[in-house]
């Protein structure tokens, strides 16, 4: 087992910087205990005046930066695994880790990714994005070492909120089961399961986790041994209950974890000794219950509603975000409030959130319609089939969820709700890329997995107005599943509709007329596509832009009659490849149009993973812009841009 192995410096001054001394956990590992206040000050203040600049995560970094620095002074970070799930609170972490001078490139193109990146440091282990992963990760981990031989330790820091996913305790069920050597950080920072109880509870974490109080509990168990089974069993139980009540934590020592807890997450005299003593466990799987305050030491932070978890730019002293000039409604604003016009004229609509109801606009709804609107916790499986049973006593269930997170439902999409053809209303918000929180988050692979299941309906919104239309169109749809996706940000500006009126299932629309060229669109690519058309126009190539709607089923007349009309068609989506652009193509080759000499390419996401950057250099470095376009016509023509334009 690693232990810290190093020799404690003499203290500084006071009001020497520390920080700048610390860049790297073995360094920090060289000052003593007394030091480290003063760094937990100056790391807390970097983390607040870096993200006020990038804006970023905020809320839950503030609350583990005296976690953060006692897990590396204790810990032989790198060799020992530090896992942070979701990654939200991992800036704190990565000022310490050598990251410093970039943390200020923190979700900028080219710079820091806003979550743990295995690229990225040596000290990040498992990149992590999509919550309640740490500890299946860290299992794996701790399980590999033992094949290895080795003895360092591997620690998953876990929020209470990812503790709301089936996956923690699928993986704390196995960890009980193998009993391999594995520490798992509680960080409770809603006070959702136990507060901390003072010097008392210190005192007593600190017992439990000892090797005095471990080993007496060992002889004891020996001791129950060699008496008759019942007895010995009421024995082991009394053991469990009777510290389960006063330390809490039954559920967790029932699942196989040895229980710590809880303690002060801001008290680095609670953290230490608790988390040395955890360390030096040669036990099995043992869980540190410790109590944090999101947005701890910044004011406004601290007294904001959501404690600042996610912001902008901000002014440091005041807490006043930078707010945007808006030019267009945001499309999950647009969504939220076409929802609940339509769940003013019907009883029967419901709104389901998987911890999510700011981000998809739920919060909104549930403030008119508190009684309809269910927030399952980080439990996409869940939400998925208990939409899936509202949805077979007649009510009409709206399941708001992002396109990267409804992957963690897939099978409950197949299996509950398409395979019963169950009129389920999926409304994938963040569809195509997301911008600054990259590739983890972006929207790239739901017409293709969604696309292959018989029954489902899917629409994409070009602009928003047509998103007020395709939630009209979901609530009058009946027949079975339909989604309907929308990208993050603002629209585009257009005139928006009193009312959405329902959509004709599989009719596309032709925005603009031509004769040589045909771009159908799917999705908000329309904006580009109909600018790449000026373009083509003003070079002579006479441009037809058709908005599909829908992926499927597709607008096959409508297809074939571009196919038919124009020389070359070029279908353009923010999906990935297998989706719109290969349904077109699999029809045109059915109806024999391939055979005809149409010119026809698919523009998709590249086949590869995006880095975070601004959402339009994103989709310029991905070939979708209007540029692109025209690049791409003047190839399949076989000709250049500048005779093109001499000719025109």
């Not at 916790?377 to 708001?400: D, S, W």
Request: net charge negative.
């Amino acid at each position: 087992m690693s232990t810290k192995m190093t020799t404690a410096s003499p203290a500084l001054p006071v009001n020497t910087p520390l920080l700048d001394k610390v860049g790297t956990p073995e360094l920090l590992r060289q000052l003593p205990e007394s030091d480290l206040r003063q760094v937990a000050d100056e790391l807390r203040q970097e983390t607040i005046d870096a993200v006020s600049v990038t804006g970023g995560h905020l809320g839950a970094g503030l609350g583990v930066v005296e976690l953060t620095v006692a897990l590396h002074y204790v810990f032989d970070t790198p060799n020992d695994r530090l896992i942070w799930d979701v990654g939200h609170q991992a800036y704190p972490h990565k000022i310490l880790t050598g990251r410093r001078d970039r943390i200020r490139t923190l979700r900028q193109g080219g710079g820091l990714s806003g979550f743990t990146k295995r690229s990225e440091s040596e000290y990040d282990p498992f990149g992590a994005a999509h919550s309640s992963t740490s500890i299946s990760a860290g299992l794996g981990m701790a399980v590999a070492r033992d094949f290895d031989g080795r003895n360092n330790n591997v620690i998953a820091v876990i929020g209470d909120g990812s503790m709301s996913a089936g996956m923690a305790y699928e993986a704390m069920n196995n960890a009980g089961h193998l009993k391999s050597r594995l520490i798992v950080i509680l960080n409770d920072n809603d006070m959702s399961i136990a507060p901390p109880t003072g010097a008392m509870s210190a005192y007593l974490a600190r017992l439990v986790s000892g090797k005095t109080y471990r080993s007496l509990r060992e002889v004891g168990k020996n001791i129950a041994e060699r008496l008759p089974k019942f007895i010995a069993d009421k024995a082991v139980k009394a053991e469990e209950y009777a510290r389960g009540f006063v330390t809490g934590g039954t559920m967790f020592e029932e699942l196989g974890f040895y229980y710590v807890g809880p303690i002060d997450g801001h008290n680095l005299d609670h953290l230490l000794p608790v988390l040395k003593n955890v360390r030096d466990s040669e036990s099995g799987p043992i869980l540190v219950h410790v109590v944090t305050q999101k947005g701890k030491g910044y004011g406004p932070a601290e007294a904001a509603a959501d404690k600042y978890h996610g912001v902008v730019p901000f002014d440091v002293v005041t807490g006043t975000q930078a707010k945007a000039k808006a030019n267009a409604p945001a499309y999950t604003k647009v969504f939220a409030e076409s929802l609940a016009k339509e769940a003013r004229r019907d009883d029967k609509i419901v709104a389901i959130s998987a911890a999510m109801p700011t981000g998809t606009g739920l919060d909104l709804f549930g403030k008119e319609f508190p009684d309809r609107t269910f927030d399952t916790g980080i439990a996409e499986q869940h939400a998925v089939t208990f939409a899936a049973g509202l949805a077979t006593e007649g009510y009409k269930p709206f399941c708001a969820i992002y396109s990267t997170f409804l992957q963690r439902g897939y099978d409950q999409v197949v299996h509950d709700v398409a395979l019963q053809n169950l009129p389920v209303r999926f409304a994938l918000d963040r569809a195509g890329l997301v911008g600054a929180d990259g590739a983890t988050h972006a929207g790239s692979f739901d017409i293709a997995y969604l696309g292959c299941l018989p029954n489902m309906v899917i629409m994409a919104a070009a602009d928003e107005a047509e998103l007020v239309h395709m939630v009209a169109t979901a609530t009058a749809h009946d027949q079975g599943p339909i989604a309907f996706r929308f990208p993050r940000g603002e629209g585009v500006g257009i005139d928006m509709p009193e009312r959405g009126i329902p959509l004709e299932i599989g009719r596309g629309r032709i925005v603009k007329e031509g004769t040589r060229v045909a771009i159908l669109s799917l999705g908000t690519r329309l904006a580009e596509s109909l600018k790449a058309a000026e373009e083509l126009d003003a070079r002579g190539l006479s441009t037809t832009v058709a908005d599909a709607r829908f992926a499927k089923p597709l607008d096959e007349e409508m297809i074939l009659r571009l196919a038919r009309d124009h020389e070359v068609l070029i279908t353009i989506e923010e999906g990935s490849i297998g989706g719109f652009g290969s349904f077109v193509l699999h029809l045109l080759a059915e109806r024999g149009m391939l055979d005809r000499g149409l010119k026809v390419r698919s523009m998709v996401l590249p086949d590869v993973y995006i880095d975070h950057d601004k959402p339009d250099r994103m989709y310029a470095q991905a070939g979708l812009d209007a540029q692109s376009i025209v690049k791409r016509v003047f190839e399949i023509l076989g000709r250049n841009a500048e005779a093109l334009k001499a000719r025109a």
